[in-house]
């Protein structure tokens, strides 16, 4: 078998009473069984990330730079994000906007939540933040419409047919990109200009 891909999922909800972790995990649980993906969670609401993208505040530095050790390992990620406002939470963007080399060149796969349109708008204003970025995003995406109503007390689906398989055509598509940008990346370093 091939090298592992190396799979960020991070979680982008940060409010207190966030249904973030409840998708976080089932997709944490959906990766941890390929035998193709190596997984990192990275949950935004864990990381004192700063408003000021010029300036790291005294004390936070070994954090903010395990983190980015940690992204710029990742060969690809899966961003969980809700729909706030017909689009992705401010928390998010500002820890996107933290990073910039790390996304460089790396597929980017999503899974949203929310009400009637399942975050999906916040899923197509994140597809140009990532162009801007040099991240390739993958085409297929996991979708929970009213989310809440989607989830047993447990944290699973309940029915787990459709994502699941959804989940798993995702998995497919950022594996192959993964392996493919990584192989070029090491033969010839990526550059924007």
């Not at 960020?8 to 998708?23: H, K, N, T, Y």
Request: include cysteine.
């Amino acid at each position: 078998m091939s090298e592992k891909i190396q799979v960020a999922l991070i979680v982008g909800s940060v409010r207190a009473q966030r249904f973030g972790p409840v998708v976080g995990d089932w997709c944490a649980g959906q990766i941890q069984q390929r035998p193709d993906i190596a997984m990192d969670r990275i949950d935004v609401a864990d990381f004192p990330v700063p408003l000021d993208l010029e300036s790291k505040p005294a004390g936070d530095d070994d954090v903010l730079a395990g983190l980015q050790a940690r992204m710029k390992a990742a060969d690809a990620f899966v961003v969980v994000t809700p729909e706030y406002n017909h689009s992705y939470p401010a928390g998010l963007k500002n820890f996107i906007d933290w990073h910039y080399e790390e996304w460089q060149a790396k597929p980017v796969g999503f899974v949203s939540y929310g009400g009637i349109a399942g975050g999906l708008r916040a899923v197509e204003h994140l597809r140009n933040v990532f162009a801007e970025l040099h991240a390739v995003t993958v085409r297929d995406t996991v979708s929970f419409h009213g989310a809440a109503a989607c989830f047993r007390p447990d944290g699973q689906p309940v029915d787990p047919s459709g994502c699941t398989a959804a989940m798993k055509t995702l998995l497919d598509q950022l594996v192959w990109f993964g392996q493919a940008l990584r192989d070029a990346r090491r033969r010839s370093p990526y550059r924007t200009g």
